[in-house]
């Protein structure tokens, strides 16, 4: 769970509240308190100049871990509309009873596809 928050880019997670249907206001909330961090390495009692990073969900935050699923559900869904339209088509299961187009787990994501163009400018 903590390496997938570190990979989170803040665009993609307002793109994804805004496709599952979350206010503008309450986005613009979420993005300011995940963008509001900054860093500052001390090494050997010499602090160096503050950074802001450009993406990550901060680890031990109670939020990140619901953000990190937002953005999880929201790709799930974008994922699940592109195979309902056609554009993407997933590995047949068993004797083609249903198909997988893709699997998420703590720290890594695997689609399944084909080899049309389509498929491949979906993802």
């Not at 997938?4 to 997670?13: I, K, M, S, T």
């Not at 619901?66 to 790709?75: D, P, R």
């Not at 009873?97 to 699997?103: D, E, G, K, R, W």
Request: glycine share 8%.
């Amino acid at each position: 769970m903590s390496k997938a928050c570190d990979r989170v880019e803040w665009d993609f997670l307002a793109e994804m509240m805004t496709h599952l249907g979350f206010h503008a206001d309450w986005i613009v909330l979420i993005v300011r308190c995940v963008c509001s961090v900054s860093y500052s390495v001390s090494l050997n009692g010499s602090n160096g100049e503050w950074f802001s990073p450009s993406r990550d969900l901060r680890q031990g935050d109670p939020l990140s871990p619901c953000l990190f699923f937002i953005c999880v559900e929201g790709f799930s869904r974008l994922i699940n509309e592109a195979k309902q339209k056609g554009l993407m088509r997933g590995a047949s299961v068993g004797r083609e009873i249903f198909s997988i187009n893709h699997l998420f787990f703590p720290n890594d994501c695997i689609l399944f596809g084909d080899d049309y163009n389509e498929g491949a400018n979906v993802v």
